[in-house]
């Protein structure tokens, strides 16, 4: 799997603004590097994401801070030190996601560099004795969310879509590879399409080049009434988010990454919920816990739990000797719904 952004922090500075004129390189600019994390976790079946308060009112924000070399030995040192600071969390999972270029409107128009990270924890972290506040990640994305049947809100979406691809498209539009209608279907599965799980990032941008989350009118539907995550250092968060989701959304797949969001003992059921939690739709029950069981991803304990008004559960483990017999041992759940 590819992970975009994976350079030291001297390149990120070197080839920060690749357009500029040779002008614009005077002596004494500097470019500013900031540092975000996504954390990501599931608390009760429910995928969550850590948001601090941001600088402008009435926003929230991922954590985040500028990239110090006098106290940052590394970019994983620095997140994790801003980590640490906001939120109270020991990050132990943690990948670089992507890296963005911009300008900060904090003041004089400054070029930034933000890189981004995927941090994933487990509940015990995820608790409401961290200054964080865990949020849903679907109170961001809700027609991301297919656990209990299609989206309410996807028929909204579908109609003022439609009627923004059907517009004629200004002339730089014409550096998308596909036309408005195309990319509908393809992000939304329309018009006959197949919902692709993976899409997320394609989804929001179409929902924000539309214009639907500007929309000012009374009838702009849910997606205008999102919470905002953004910053303004580091610009809109929840594209970040969405590439966050995108990235577990993927590993799950074909790494053992969903255990670093479970407890050291679970039950399948448990362990189900959560794939769910991550990728949106619901699984047979039967089908998930053959796969699991017969790809040798958990070990039983010995241990039950006793349930309330039912037979005892049994309780699992990851075993992690997976890692060493198969490739790529993740949760091979089948990508896509009608």
Partial sequence: MNTPGRHKAGALIANAAPHTSPRAHQAGETVAVTLSAAILAVRASEPVVAIVPAQRAGEESLPCGPFRPSLHRTLEGGVQAWVHAQTGVETGFLQQLCTLTGTADLGPAQPTVSVNYLALVAPRQCNNGTQASWRSWYAFFPWEDWRYGRPACLGD????L?????????PCAARWPADRGQRLRMAFGAAGGR???EKVLDR???LRESGMFDDASADAGAARRLPKLGHPAHGDQAAVLARAIVELRRAVKCRPVVF???HDEFTLFELQKTVEAILGPQLHKQNFRRLVEGCGLV??????RLRTGGRPARLYR????VIHERAAPGVRVKPGRA
């Fill in 318 to 321: 990851f075993r992690r000797e």
């Fill in 204 to 206: 929001y941008e179409l």
């Fill in 260 to 262: 670093e969001l479970m």
């Fill in 157 to 160: 979406i579908h109609a003022r």
């Fill in 162 to 170: 439609e009627a923004w691809a059907a517009q004629p498209a200004p």
């Fill in 299 to 304: 070990e039983p304990t010995g241990e039950y």
């Fill in 195 to 197: 919902w692709d799980e």
